[in-house]
């Protein structure tokens, strides 16, 4: 997320459509009708190269079960099209940072990417090669909203996707049983139950932000909490200023839950704080599936549990969250494209995400037809959740200027450290000034 980015004009064009939002129902692994397109791909014409290999796959999935997770499903891949693929796995958040950069130099044949203006942003510098001979023959796998948030601003596809999952409040059962909490449906009961279970020794919300974007969700839940959706995307695309009274109303919320959140936030990774909740020392965490669950042991996962985000504000009630949608993408400077997008036709069916979803506990798929036999019960219940809202974000760091997210991590980070009524002032001030400079330089 550290890199700077040229070509504003880019961002310019793409102001008005970096956000897409995916309707209820419209998500996953429904008994919908539609290709599942289970066979071997034929090969996709002159993207050059050899069409049968072998390829490179670079690729953010570092941490332990979802780097078992894709070495299944690239296995299966190589299997369906006779492709041989090496996997090239670098840290997630290097990755991350480190994405401009790499798709300049030399990138792999193919590499995972997330959905959202983050997609846009790359297809439009001419970063990423255009799959729409892929998608002519995966488009039946999907649905409308599904094929939006795969497309660039241009309206080419340069994404097929493999999952989402919802940020949401996990806990441990056992825990609220043995303890009595019952799980919050507002504001006021949320922060009672913070008290009450630091009463009883415990954090009440495990947090992290050593690795800079975790925070960003605790940021746009409040938002769309008390601002709503459509406020929410509009202060992405600075369409609402950062000095707004909406946005003083969400750290004014923040504040409040600064006490119950776990201390030392700033030094301490995702990873950690999630740990903290599966060995009881914290009761709650506010994070994505993608990463909670991923991190419990299996013999723990049992155990763990979720809600959505409790209600702040009654016209907004729970109708709202992240969402993120993860996919793969086709370099512009891939050596071999022909055969990458053998491997793409594959992965763009029903048959690839179950091949995922045996290894993965923890995300749900998105194509239509897909059979999930192996879904365990957050899973099934992330099904329910992303589908009853009215619409889903894709994260910060996914639905605005990459140079904006920056800003607003190192702004956040200071707010933690120091949840002041001055920091909230200076941190508006602040995020205002780089959006005017961000948008329209």
């Avoid at 961002?11 to 970096?18: D, E, I, P, Y």
């Avoid at 289970?38 to 796959?57: E, K, Q, R, W």
């Avoid at 994260?395 to 607003?408: C, S």
């Amino acid at each position: 997320m550290s890199d700077s980015f040229s070509r504003r004009s880019a961002l310019r064009r793409l102001g008005g459509a970096a956000v897409l939002a995916v309707t209820p129902g419209a998500l996953l692994a429904a008994c919908s009708s539609g290709d599942q397109g289970g066979g071997a791909p034929s090969g996709s014409g002159s993207g050059g190269g050899n069409p049968t290999g072998p390829i490179t796959f670079g690729s953010n999935y570092s941490d332990a079960a979802p780097k078992d997770a894709f070495a299944a499903l690239t296995q299966a891949a190589s299997t369906k099209t006779g492709v041989q693929v090496t996997i090239n796995t670098v840290d997630h958040n290097t990755f991350q940072n480190n994405i401009s950069s790499y798709l300049q130099g030399t990138p792999d044949d193919l590499a995972t990417w997330f959905a959202g203006y983050r997609l846009q942003f790359f297809a439009a510098q001419n970063l990423l090669e255009p799959i729409d001979d892929v998608w002519e023959k995966i488009g039946g796998n999907f649905n409308d909203a599904t094929k939006s948030l795969s497309k660039g601003i241009d309206g080419k596809y340069y994404l097929v996707p493999i999952y989402n999952y919802p940020w949401v409040v996990f806990y441990n059962k056992s825990v609220f049983q043995q303890r009595g909490y019952t799980v919050p449906k507002d504001w006021d009961a949320f922060i009672a139950l913070c008290k009450q279970m630091q009463t009883d020794g415990l954090i009440p919300l495990a947090f992290a932000e050593k690795d800079g974007w975790p925070a960003l969700g605790t940021f746009d839940i409040l938002n769309l909490r008390i601002n709503g959706y459509e406020y929410h995307i509009k202060l992405m695309k600075h369409e609402v200023p950062w000095t707004d009274k909406g946005v003083t109303a969400v750290f004014d919320k923040w504040r409040e839950l600064m006490p119950y959140l776990q201390n030392g936030a700033n030094g301490r990774i995702w990873q950690d704080a999630a740990k903290a909740l599966e060995n009881k020392q914290a009761g709650m965490m506010f994070q994505g599936s993608n990463q909670v669950a991923a991190n419990y042991a299996e013999a723990n996962l049992a155990d763990l549990d979720f809600f959505p985000y409790p209600v702040i504000n009654s016209e907004h009630g729970q109708d709202y969250m992240d969402a993120p949608t993860d996919g793969f993408m086709l370099p512009k400077k891939a050596k071999n494209k022909d055969a990458a997008k053998k491997i793409l036709e594959y992965l763009g069916t029903a048959d690839a995400e179950s091949t995922f979803l045996k290894t993965d506990h923890w995300d749900v798929g998105v194509a239509n037809g897909l059979v999930a036999p192996t879904y365990n019960e957050i899973q099934k219940k992330s099904v329910q959740a992303i589908s009853d809202c009215k619409a889903v974000a894709q994260f910060m760091d996914r639905d605005t200027v990459p140079d904006m997210a920056t800003a607003m991590i190192k702004l956040i980070q200071g707010f933690i450290d120091n949840p002041a009524p001055a920091t909230v002032e200076a941190l508006q001030k602040s995020a205002e000034d780089q959006a005017k400079t961000i948008f329209t330089t």
